[in-house]
């Protein structure tokens, strides 16, 4: 699992970047700098949306702390069938057939033959977008 993480300082993060928030891979959608105080430095609130279960988490550490970032492998699949939510998928490159469930947002635009964008890390793969080619 460690060569899935890296290592990044705090004030480097910028909203859309992922980082990890109690252990769970989140896109920063909100981050809040306050000033240096008399006796510490300045400190950041980064909220994020968890990338799989879609949950709103918050982050407070130091400017200058260590925060841990997710590696993350954007893939192409093709979509063989879908059955109810979830949807069967062909990975483009490795030729992988898997199960996913589809997200609440993409459940009308996710249709047998089109191709979809997934976002892979920590062991986990999840929808993110349909590719119109």
Do not use: W
């Amino acid at each position: 699992m460690s060569d899935e993480i890296e290592h990044v300082i705090m004030k480097e993060i910028r909203s859309g970047r992922f980082l990890l928030i109690d252990g769970e891979p989140c896109r920063a959608v909100e981050i809040d700098v306050s000033a240096p105080g008399k006796h510490g430095s300045a400190k950041m609130r980064i909220t994020g949306i968890g990338v799989f279960d879609g949950k709103k988490r918050t982050l407070l550490k130091p400017a200058d702390a260590y925060v841990d970032v997710p590696i993350i492998t954007k893939r192409r699949a093709q979509v063989v069938s879908v059955t109810g939510e979830n949807a069967q998928l062909m990975d483009s490159e490795t030729y992988e057939v898997f199960e996913l469930p589809v997200p609440e947002e993409l459940r009308g635009s996710v249709t047998a033959g089109i191709s979809v964008e997934l976002i892979e890390t920590m062991g986990k793969k999840t929808i993110t977008r349909t590719i119109n080619e």
